[in-house]
């Protein structure tokens, strides 16, 4: 964890504590760290040693995000059915279940199966791992804390730029199972570390019916600005995620061993990301934070479209890195300043929240494929159009706010 998260949780917080962030963070990083972002370096190797089709590896890729959309649905309801505990290491030890199984190409549809269900994994945790672990940490520290739950997502793009690699001499089988062992370890050394009895995530079916009945539709209404900036966000981040590598690699002529290294920055900025985010949301509102990511993304993938030089663009790149593993705790607080105080409707809308991200993630994806092929592999008009969706949820946020003041300022002279 960053020197920052330390210096900020560290109010002589109890071991348990730091036992359940640190069983957070090892989620997060073995159920989207890993299991999503170890398959791009591991995407040439598939197709060299002929275990698919290119086309038939980049449909694997997608199996994961569409996963991720089934488990950020099924999340809770698992969660209610058992809790948040059983579900997180049961959800841990099913993506190592899918390393281990993806060492053995048996066919298409069991390779598939697999990444499916280690993307259900990943949007299981996704929605129950926050609200599992922020209702045993003071308020105060929520964000940083968060930040630091997910650092493991930042840590798992790095590990990808570097230990995969390594594993790749071993050969693409031993990769896999390198990667399965990984799992199987940090979920052995964080299986008691969970904490026990607090937990907001699975409400009871009072308290359920209660959120979902007459107060529902105006909950939804205070949450649809939310949706839509994370929704957007989620189609503004999926071009340099996706094909950042290959525009440093043929776009920019810089070759594979280079990319790499663009690809070890991203990770970088993917592990700065989470605790700078959860920083100044303790130090600033999530409202504000929220405003000036989505400024300084959209300035950031602006300049991978308009820009050539080689070190602007690995600045960029790192820039780029915080921004799919820091929206995680921004939008999260954000959702508690609207919500604060209830922790069932937190938690209730961060699973819609993270649905919706997941939905458009996943259009997101197979819309840029298809707007890559028809123009003739074009990486600067995906980067173009992720900018323009992000200045889009600015535009909506800031409009939206607008509105609302001004509405509770003619009800207010009303009165």
């Known amino acids: 964890m960053s020197s920052l998260a330390s210096e900020a949780i560290n109010e002589a917080a109890p071991a348990s504590v730091w036992r359940a962030i640190f069983a957070g963070l090892s989620a ?9 972002f170890a398959y791009t370096p591991l995407l040439p190797a598939l197709i060299d040693a002929h275990w698919f089709s290119a086309s038939d590896a980049v449909y694997l890729g997608a199996a994961n995000l569409a996963g991720y959309l089934l488990g950020a649905i099924a999340g809770r309801p698992l969660a209610a059915r058992m809790n948040n505990v059983h579900v997180l290491r049961a959800m841990k030890v099913l993506v190592a279940l899918a390393f281990f199984a993806c060492a053995f190409p048996v066919s298409f549809s069991w390779f598939f199966a697999w990444r499916l269900l280690s993307g259900l994994a990943g949007g299981a945790i996704m929605v129950l791992v926050a609200a599992t672990v922020l209702p045993h940490v003071p308020e105060s520290r929520k964000g940083i804390v968060s930040g630091a739950i997910f650092l493991g997502i930042g840590l798992g793009v790095a590990a990808s730029g570097t230990i995969v690699p390594l594993l790749l001499t071993l050969g693409l089988r031993a990769t896999w199972m390198g990667l399965g062992v990984i799992c199987v370890v940090l979920t052995a050394a964080n299986w008691s570390g969970w904490p026990q009895g607090k937990e907001a995530a699975a409400p009871t079916k009072a308290a359920a019916k209660n959120s979902a009945g007459a107060g529902a539709a105006s909950n939804f209404a205070n949450f649809s600005i939310i949706y839509l900036v994370y929704a957007l966000m989620a189609a503004g981040l999926v071009p340099a995620m996706v094909f950042l590598v290959d525009f440093v690699a043929r776009g920019l002529g810089a070759g594979t061993h280079l990319s790499s290294i663009f690809w070890v920055l991203y990770g970088v900025g993917a592990i700065i990301g989470p605790p700078s985010y959860g920083f100044f949301v303790d130090r600033f509102g999530a409202k504000p934070a929220v405003r000036a990511v989505l400024l300084l993304q959209a300035l950031a993938i602006l300049g991978l479209a308009l820009l050539s030089d080689r070190l602007l663009i690995a600045a960029l790149t790192i820039v780029a890195g915080t921004f799919p593993s820091g929206i995680v705790p921004l939008v999260l607080a954000w959702i508690r300043e609207k919500a604060p105080g209830n922790g069932a409707l937190q938690n209730v ?6 649905i919706f991200f997941a939905a458009l993630q996943a259009a997101a994806g197979y819309a840029y494929s298809a707007i890559f092929a028809y123009s003739g ?8 159009i992720a900018a323009a969706a992000l200045m889009l949820a600015l535009f909506a946020e800031v409009l939206v706010s607008f509105l609302r003041s001004r509405s509770a300022l003619k009800n207010a002279h009303g009165e």
């Open 377 to 384: 592999g074009n990486h600067r008009l995906l980067f173009e």
């Open 349 to 354: 809308a961060w699973s819609k929240a993270t």
């Open 28 to 36: 997060s990083f073995i159920g989207i760290g890993l299991a999503r």
